[in-house]
């Protein structure tokens, strides 16, 4: 059976006459009576029964017709889901989200513009740090990934900028400057108690401070490792030193740390949208062009 037989069948069915269907399908009569006999010798059974007045459903003709316009309509919701899949308009999508969610506002306002632009996806958000997120993006666990640290050298991957954030200096409120004049430059460091974060943690963005701190003639005198800025923001709560850490997380601190600003302090942290660059489906695609 083919679909334009079932659309033929049903068209004859309602108007109860070939001639006047043959006209409302827009084909010749003899055309549409060969397309109704073939249908009837594929399914084995009558369909009509030719009167005087035109054609009249058979019991087969009328249980076919049920189950024909459930069919066209199956048929049609098809078509247009795969329209609508096409367009990245349905279908699902599983993203992960920084760890620390309320530090990227501008994540949350663009998942929420995309909810909105496409109703009809279904999102799974994990909460994930961005090492973890790549290795599950890796192995196809996850379609794509708001992180940081990306290795830009790994071909594997592709990704696009989301936002920025500049960084800043943390340390114990509690600390006082000679002269009560809070440092300007890295280089007013060199004598305090710094925390660090381990290169295994983040080996890419380790090295972009480390070069940073370098062309500022500072050397950091480490006495505390933390894993992330949440770890490292209660070391410096703690008093134990200071750190620097992106704008974005000092709403995380409480009210024994404080912050500045330094004027060669001049990298800024970058979040992008990762995925793995051969599996991109028609919904992240779809996403990627919002971003």
Same mark, same amino acid.
């Given at each position: 059976?083919?679909?334009?037989?079932?659309?033929?069948?049903?068209?004859?069915?309602?108007?109860?006459?070939? $001639?006047?269907?043959?006209?409302? +399908?827009?084909?010749?009569? #003899?055309?549409?009576?060969?397309?109704?006999?073939?249908?009837?010798? !594929?399914?084995?059974?009558?369909?009509?029964? %030719?009167?005087?007045?035109?054609?009249?459903?058979?019991?087969?003709? !009328?249980?076919?017709? +049920?189950?024909?316009?459930?069919?066209?309509?199956?048929?049609?919701?098809?078509?247009?889901?795969?329209?609508?899949? $096409?367009?990245?308009?349905?279908?699902? /999508?599983?993203?992960?989200?920084?760890?620390?969610? =309320?530090?990227?506002? $501008? /994540?949350?306002?663009?998942?929420?513009?995309?909810?909105?632009?496409? #109703? =009809?996806?279904?999102?799974?958000?994990?909460?994930?740090?961005?090492?973890?997120?790549?290795?599950?993006?890796?192995?196809?666990?996850?379609?794509?990934?708001?992180?940081?640290?990306?290795?830009?050298?790994?071909?594997?991957?592709?990704?696009?900028?989301?936002?920025?954030? %500049?960084?800043?200096?943390?340390?114990?409120?509690?600390?006082?400057?000679?002269? =009560?004049?809070?440092?300007?430059?890295?280089?007013?460091?060199? &004598?305090? &108690?710094?925390?660090? /974060?381990?290169?295994?943690?983040? #080996?890419?963005?380790? &090295?972009?401070?480390?070069?940073?701190?370098? &062309?500022?003639?500072?050397?950091? @005198?480490?006495?505390?490792?933390?894993?992330?800025?949440?770890?490292?923001?209660?070391?410096?709560?703690?008093?134990?030193?200071?750190?620097?850490?992106?704008?974005?997380? @000092?709403?995380?601190?409480?009210?024994?740390?404080?912050?500045?600003?330094?004027?060669? +302090? !001049?990298?800024?942290?970058?979040?992008?949208?990762?995925?793995?660059?051969?599996?991109?489906?028609?919904?992240?695609? %779809?996403?990627?062009?919002? /971003?």
């Amino acid at each position: 059976m083919e679909l334009r037989q079932l659309r033929y069948f049903t068209a004859v069915a309602k108007l109860g006459s070939i $001639s006047h269907a043959a006209q409302e +399908l827009h084909i010749a009569q #003899p055309a549409l009576t060969r397309q109704i006999q073939k249908l009837e010798d !594929n399914l084995g059974v009558l369909l009509f029964e %030719r009167t005087a007045r035109g054609v009249k459903l058979t019991d087969a003709g !009328n249980q076919f017709l +049920l189950d024909t316009e459930k069919l066209l309509e199956d048929a049609a919701t098809a078509k247009e889901r795969a329209i609508r899949a $096409s367009r990245g308009e349905c279908g699902k /999508i599983s993203i992960a989200l920084p760890v620390i969610q =309320n530090a990227a506002p $501008s /994540i949350t306002a663009l998942l929420k513009a995309f909810k909105k632009e496409a #109703p =009809n996806v279904g999102v799974t958000l994990h909460h994930l740090i961005s090492e973890v997120q790549l290795a599950m993006i890796a192995e196809g666990q996850l379609d794509a990934g708001f992180l940081l640290f990306r290795p830009l050298s790994d071909p594997l991957f592709e990704g696009v900028p989301v936002y920025k954030e %500049r960084m800043l200096l943390a340390y114990p409120a509690e600390w006082k400057w000679p002269d =009560n004049k809070e440092p300007k430059f890295l280089r007013d460091l060199q &004598d305090l &108690d710094f925390i660090w /974060i381990p290169r295994t943690a983040a #080996p890419a963005w380790h &090295d972009r401070l480390i070069h940073c701190f370098f &062309d500022a003639g500072f050397t950091p @005198r480490s006495v505390m490792h933390g894993v992330d800025a949440v770890s490292m923001l209660t070391l410096v709560s703690a008093g134990m030193g200071c750190t620097i850490v992106a704008e974005g997380t @000092r709403h995380l601190a409480p009210p024994s740390v404080a912050f500045s600003t330094l004027s060669d +302090l !001049n990298i800024e942290q970058e979040w992008e949208l990762v995925w793995r660059k051969d599996r991109c489906s028609e919904v992240l695609k %779809r996403l990627i062009s919002m /971003i």
